[in-house]
């Protein structure tokens, strides 16, 4: 199969493959507390169902979608809803939101949703309505409404290829492979799916070149079920491959223009993880209530890939692992070149958390010294999108956000390429996130001093309305007045009149 | 259980200025060996000199700046520096020409604009630039190379010439004039100007096989250097490829047409600082330009305009002012080869 | 010859520029306009005008320096510099510092319904009617805080924005041993 390549990356990063766990998956205990942030996706987040005292079931819809960029939350197991309050919940800020919080009752009882063997007869519409009543949401880390990307109904996407995103770029994640591994046959019926769905034309699977098993059992499972149209590709090792739009100009040869989406060129791009849902919810009826997570690291003592239910603290899984090493010196969600520290493990397990890496000190990066920027131009040529991080730096750094957003800022996908990179060790990824965030807060402000500006000019019209209709009132009036008889007048008119002295 | 929190990514960089200092030092040892043994302990005088002074007025400036001082050698930019200026730098020369030239490049060209990274200027060629304006007599005492020189230098002689009081000294000079010449460069230029042949300026004793005895081995042992540098990733081949090919192609074409007055490419791709300045002066990072074709660019302009100084210029060796001359001409450069990015047009 | 030839250049050329005058008059002041759309339409009047147009007005006519305004902060004042292609000026402290932004809170408990807040709001974020119970629209409140001098009962106090998910933004990291660039 024909393949493209992308501007610089780091294939270095292939060494630390080694640290991945079995790509075999363990099926986790049911925890004794489920914890759910109604802020699990990108969008609205989503607004409680439930009370508190309420009973719930395993696949039970416990908080509803709030708009068209959301998505619903659903039990993951029975129980009672035993608080509904703001919890810790994984993201950079430390900050908490929202959460819906179950104590398991031990049984585990489902709710029965309707299962469709032959996703044929279904209408594309049902078909995306089951996908987004699901509850399913990127699981590759993003989290975006699946629903709204495999929609076509009010687009003009014509969507000729679907890939399947296995690439697993970051160093330690095996979650996709291990599902490839084991449950290759449903994300076959998953690709058949979104494959009528979107009526597109063929699907290409992506792993890397250095799973060969996982390659080598694609291979079979593909062939035993001919169709032509659905074949894997072997990228190269080469972080970051799985980024969508890398990926796409790896298989495909063509750049998602700036600020477009894959399916304005005729593709959609979807998560392993995420396929799997989509099959299990169509065929089997169940809502997202479970994905893989890869738990690993020096710190903790056998690093595994298990099936976990949405919502476990991450506390949990590590007892699964047989709990820390001495070693373990910061707890990561995600890999450990996108991934942000978390400040607890009672954090609880969220839809896109993909992996938790427990990182030892050798491992983690604590503190590096940042030396000037030496203009060696590493950053540039590892740049997978072909910025200049130099001239990025260099404006975020004098917050000088319009020449940063001038070069391109925005199109920055924050993989930490030139992080690793830059023989200075200059945090760049924070200086871009943070130029970014402060662009976001002056257009927020912009728009903020734009509707004042209205509301002010509208008010001042509105009283210079009002006194020219009350000085237009009062000349009337005036005016009025002076044609009008006075009371001299009356008091002569009175007197020639006759009026019988008793009516004056 | 609590953790601490930083920000990611967590992967320990491979690459630091640290390592990237010490391949490039690595990398002049052929050629600085080669130039002690070709030209002699004057070499190995001008190295310590003018290392030892660059160390010490960085860490000057750093104390003055208020910046941690051991941590900041320790990536060893100024033993770079250095080296470069002290290879640069002509054979025999008196104590104080290292010494003020290492000053130079550390306190003037790299300090007073702000450190490693904010200069404009390769620092080594901005000193090697000043001194030659200024001392235009000591520094063009170079050594005849050791095979010219049967009997050798003692070292005491050399000794007496580098850190001889300023004064003209008459048995000094008639030692001197036993040992040194013109370099191969100079004399081509001032015999060509008489309206030799190059066939002719090639029959004296100083020029070799390929270009000078002695230059040639020592160009031979740059290059060495500079391709483990390029094989090591440690610089890029744009701008070596660059500042050879401009030579290259500049000597050629006057070669084909004339080649009775002008020296072939071979010669001056082997002669004066065109191997240093291709892989260890021009690649310096900070004054370079930043992006890929920018630097191709910049290499080819350096050689073109080195080969213009050394043909019609005023000096016989043209590396140290065109370098510094492109170096003005890198943000024009960079704006002007600015990639394309993903998803723009 | 010459002489003659050059009166009919410059008569050409004078009748050239005044028809372009004419004909591509822009009306009003764009200067102004776009000195406006650098301000934060806060509308305080801490900068001593009534406004911020008016503000932008006396800036274009060479009347006001253009460091009066706190809410723009140094950065505004950098914004408007680069328009106008002169040196930047600190902030002038004497009209006030730049806070962070607040948005005025009215104790329901104490409001007494005068509308006199309402009536000093310039942008119209008070919602209420006579001896009805006013509020402060959050969204549209701009921090200026001109409706507390009138309230006869104080019942309108600054309060700080609430830090949520959507309005965080990530820390500017520390460049140690770097200097400042400008």
Redesign the interface.
């Known amino acids: 199969m024909r393949l493209w390549s992308?501007?610089g990356g780091l294939p270095?990063?292939a060494e630390?493959k080694n640290h991945s766990s079995p790509i075999v998956i363990e099926k986790a205990p049911v925890p004794s507390t489920l914890i759910y942030p109604l802020?699990q996706h990108i969008g609205s987040p989503a607004n409680a169902l439930v009370t508190v005292g309420e009973h719930v079931l395993r696949g039970q819809k416990i908080a509803e979608a709030d708009g068209f960029v959301s998505a619903p939350i659903h039990a993951s197991s029975s129980g009672v809803v035993s608080d509904i309050s703001e919890q810790l919940f994984p993201?950079?800020?430390?900050?908490s939101?929202q959460s819906i919080s179950i104590k398991t009752d031990g049984l585990d009882q489902e709710v029965e949703l309707p299962s469709h063997a032959d996703f044929r007869q279904l209408s594309t519409l049902e078909l995306v309505n089951i996908v987004h009543d699901a509850g399913i949401v990127g699981l590759g880390g993003a989290a975006f409404p699946t629903s709204i990307k495999i929609d076509n109904h009010n687009h003009d996407w014509n969507i000729h290829t679907l890939i399947l995103n296995g690439a697993e770029c970051e160093?330690y994640i095996s979650c996709d492979n291990s599902l490839l591994m084991e449950r290759a046959q449903c994300i076959t019926e998953g690709i058949e799916i979104l494959l009528f769905m979107l009526g597109a034309k063929k699907a290409i699977l992506a792993i890397e070149d250095h799973a060969e098993l996982t390659f080598a059992h694609l291979t079979k499972v593909f062939s035993d079920h001919n169709n032509e149209a659905i074949q894997v590709a072997q990228v190269p090792t080469i972080y970051p491959t799985g980024g969508e739009?890398q990926l796409i100009?790896t298989l495909t040869g063509r750049?998602?223009?700036?600020?477009?989406i894959p399916a304005n060129i005729g593709i959609v791009c979807i998560n392993i993880g995420t396929i799997y849902a989509i099959q299990q919810a169509v065929v089997k009826g169940k809502a997202l209530t479970s994905r893989i997570v890869t738990v690993t690291g020096d710190g903790v003592s056998t690093p595994k890939n298990l099936e976990v239910r949405i919502g476990t603290p991450i506390?949990q899984l590590i007892d699964v692992c047989h709990g820390?090493t001495q070693q373990a010196?910061?707890?990561?969600a995600g890999g450990?070149?996108?991934?942000?520290?978390?400040?607890?493990?009672e954090i609880p397990l969220i839809k896109a958390s993909n992996c938790v890496?427990v990182?030892s000190k050798e491992?983690?990066?604590?503190?590096?010294?940042?030396?000037?920027?030496?203009?060696?131009?590493?950053c540039?040529?590892v740049c997978?999108?072909?910025?200049?991080p130099?001239q990025l730096y260099w404006h975020s750094?004098?917050?000088q956000l319009d020449k940063a957003a001038s070069f391109?800022l925005l199109?920055c996908i924050e993989c930490?390429s030139c992080?690793?990179?830059?023989?200075?060790?200059i945090?760049l990824?924070?200086?871009f996130?943070?130029a970014?965030?402060?662009l976001?807060?002056q257009q927020h402000?912009k728009q903020?001093?734009?509707?004042?500006?209205l509301?002010?000019e509208?008010?001042e019209a509105r009283i210079a309305r009002d006194k020219a209709e009350r000085a237009e009132k009062s000349r009337k009036k005036k005016a009025a007045l002076k044609s009008k008889p006075t009371k001299k007048d009356v008091d002569t008119t009175v007197a020639n009149t006759n009026i019988p002295s008793s009516e004056v | 259980m609590q953790f601490s929190t930083s920000s990611g990514p967590f992967i320990s960089p491979q690459n630091s200025i640290q390592r990237i200092m010490l391949w490039v030092l690595i990398a002049l040892v052929p050629g600085s060996i080669t130039m002690i043994w070709q030209f002699g302990y004057g070499v190995l005088f001008n190295i310590i000199i003018c290392v030892g002074t660059a160390i010490m007025a960085e860490a000057l400036m750093l104390a003055c700046r208020g910046r941690p001082i051991v941590p900041t050698l320790m990536d060893f930019s100024a033993v770079v520096t250095g080296l470069l200026l002290a290879l640069a730098l002509p054979t025999i020369a008196p104590w104080w020409i290292p010494f003020i030239g290492a000053i130079i490049a550390i306190i003037i060209t790299k300090h007073l604009y702000g450190g490693l990274g904010y200069n404009p200027f390769n620092p080594a060629m901005v000193a090697f630039a000043v001194l030659i304006v200024s001392f235009p007599k000591s520094m063009t005492v170079w050594a005849l190379p050791a095979a010219l020189i049967p009997d050798g230098v003692s070292v005491s002689s050399l000794v007496s010439i580098v850190f001889s009081p300023l004064s003209d000294n008459a048995p000094l000079q008639s030692l001197l004039d036993g040992i040194t010449a013109a370099t191969p460069l100079d004399q081509m230029k001032t015999q060509l100007n008489l309206n030799l042949t190059v066939q002719e300026v090639q029959t004296d004793q100083i020029f070799s096989s390929l270009a000078g005895e002695g230059w040639q081995w020592v160009a031979i042992a740059y290059f060495i250097g500079g391709m483990t540098l390029i094989a090591k990733r440690i610089i890029g081949w744009q701008i070596p490829l660059g500042v050879l090919l401009g030579l290259f192609a500049c000597s050629m074409f006057t070669y084909l047409l004339e080649p009775s007055s002008a020296p072939s490419p071979l010669f001056h791709l082997l002669s004066g600082g065109a191997m240093l300045g291709a892989f260890f002066i021009a690649t310096d990072p900070v004054t370079a330009s930043t992006t890929v074709k920018g630097r191709f660019i910049f290499g080819l302009l350096i050689g073109l305009l080195t080969y213009i100084i050394r043909t019609w210029g005023g000096y016989p060796e043209g590396i140290a002012f065109a370098v510094i001359l492109i170096n003005m001409a890198v943000p024009l450069i960079d704006q002007y080869t600015q990639p394309r990015v993903y998803g723009q047009k | 010859m010459s002489f003659f030839s050059l009166i009919l250049l410059f008569a050409l050329l004078g009748a050239l520029l005044g028809y372009a005058a004419i004909r591509f008059k822009v009306k009003g002041n764009p200067i102004v306009d776009q000195i406006d759309a650098l301000l934060p339409q806060t509308q305080c009047g801490q900068c001593s005008f009534p406004g911020c147009k008016p503000y932008a007005q006396a800036i274009a006519n060479g009347e006001a320096k253009i460091n009066q305004c706190p809410p723009g902060g140094d950065a505004g004042i950098a914004a408007i510099a680069d328009l106008l292609g002169i040196e930047p000026l600190p902030l002038n402290e004497e009209n006030g510092v730049k806070k962070e932004k607040m948005l005025a809170f009215i104790d329901e408990q104490t409001c007494i319904g005068c509308k006199l807040c309402i009536q000093a709001c310039p942008v119209d974020a008070i919602l209420g009617a006579p001896k009805q119970m006013h509020t402060i629209i959050e969204s549209e409140c701009t921090g200026c805080e001109l409706c507390i001098p009138p309230c006869p009962v104080e019942c309108i106090t600054m309060q700080p924005i609430a830090k949520t998910i959507p309005l965080w933004t990530w820390e500017k990291p520390s460049t140690p041993n770097q200097g400042k660039l400008s």
């Not at chain 1, 993201?91 to 900050?95: E, K, T, V």
């Not at chain 1, 010196?329 to 990561?332: A, N, V, W």
């Not at chain 1, 903020?448 to 500006?453: H, M, P, V, Y």
């Open positions: 992308f501007n270095a990063l630390h802020r993201h950079p800020s430390g900050l939101c160093p739009k100009q750049e998602v223009p700036s600020g477009k506390s820390y010196e910061r707890l990561i450990p070149m996108m991934g942000f520290a978390l400040s607890s493990d890496l990182a491992e983690v990066v604590t503190h590096k010294q940042a030396m000037p920027c030496i203009r060696c131009g590493e540039a040529s997978p999108a072909s910025l200049l130099q750094r004098s917050d391109n199109d930490g992080d690793i990179a830059c023989p200075s060790h945090p990824v924070q200086h996130r943070y970014k965030s402060m976001k807060t402000e903020l001093s734009d509707t004042a500006r509301r002010f509208a008010r």
